[in-house]
C-alpha cells in the first residue's frame, strides 16, 4: 500500500522509544544479574524486577505489533535503492521477531524452572501465570535459557545494525530516517 503519510503514529512512536529504553533496561539488568558476585537476596530481588519489567515489555511488544498491523507507515523513502528498502524490511521483521521470542522464551524459561518461584509485576497481587504443561522440566529450562541468550545476542546485533542503517543512511544518502519515528513534522 502506497502512502503519502511522513511519520509514523504517535502511538508506535511512543511505543519504539519505550521498548527502546526497556530493552536496554533488560539488557543491562540480565547481564548484571547473572554475572555479577552479589547476594543471594539481591539477586533474587533483581530477577524479580527483571521478570516483572519482561512481562510488561512483552505487553509493549504486542501493542506496538498490533499497532503497526493495524495503522499506515509512511513508505520507504525512493532515494534507497530496492536492495536497501528490502534489507530495511528484513531487518524489521528480525526485530520484532526477535522482540517477541525474547519475553517468551524469558517467560518459558521461568514457567520450567526446577525452582517454582512466582514472577509479580511489581506488587504481589498481580502474579503472572506460568506457562502451562512445563513446570520444573530442566530440559525445556535449558532450551529457553539458551534460546534467550540467543536471541539477546542476536537483538544486540540488530539494534546496532538498525541505528548504524539510520546514520548512514543521513549521512551516505542524506535521508533523515529519524523524523518518521519522531513527532516533528517530516519535510
Known amino acids: 500500500m502506497s502512502s503519502n503519510i511522513q511519520r509514523y503514529h ?20 540480565g547481564a548484571y544479574m547473572v554475572n555479577a558476585d552479589m547476594p543471594k537476596a539481591d539477586q533474587y530481588k533483581l530477577f524479580q ?9 512483552l505487553w509493549a511488544i504486542v501493542l506496538r505489533v498490533l499497532t503497526r498491523w493495524l495503522t499506515r507507515q509512511p513508505a520507504l523513502p525512493t532515494q534507497m535503492s530496492v536492495a536497501e528498502q528490502r534489507l530495511a524490511k528484513l531487518g524489521h521483521v528480525a526485530l520484532y521477531c526477535a522482540l517477541v521470542l525474547m519475553p517468551i522464551s524469558g517467560w518459558l524459561m521461568v514457567s520450567a524452572s526446577p525452582f517454582g518461584l512466582p514472577t509479580f509485576v511489581f506488587v504481589e497481587w498481580i502474579k503472572w501465570p506460568h506457562i502451562p504443561f512445563v513446570q520444573r522440566n530442566k530440559t525445556i529450562e535449558t532450551i529457553a535459557r539458551n534460546i534467550h541468550w540467543v536471541t539477546a545476542t542476536a537483538l544486540i546485533i540488530l539494534v546496532v545494525g538498525h541505528i548504524g542503517a539510520v546514520v548512514m543512511h543521513k549521512k551516505k544518502q542524506g535521508i533523515s530516517l529519524l523524523k518518521r519515528m519522531w513527532w516533528s513534522k517530516a519535510k
Do not use: D
Not at 504517535?10 to 539488568?29: D, P, R
Not at 524486577?49 to 515489555?57: D, P, Q, S
Open 49 to 57: 524486577v527483571h521478570k516483572a519489567a519482561g512481562v510488561i515489555m
Open 10 to 29: 504517535s502511538l508506535s512512536i511512543v511505543l519504539h522509544w519505550l521498548i527502546a529504553l526497556g530493552l536496554l533496561f533488560m539488557v543491562v539488568t
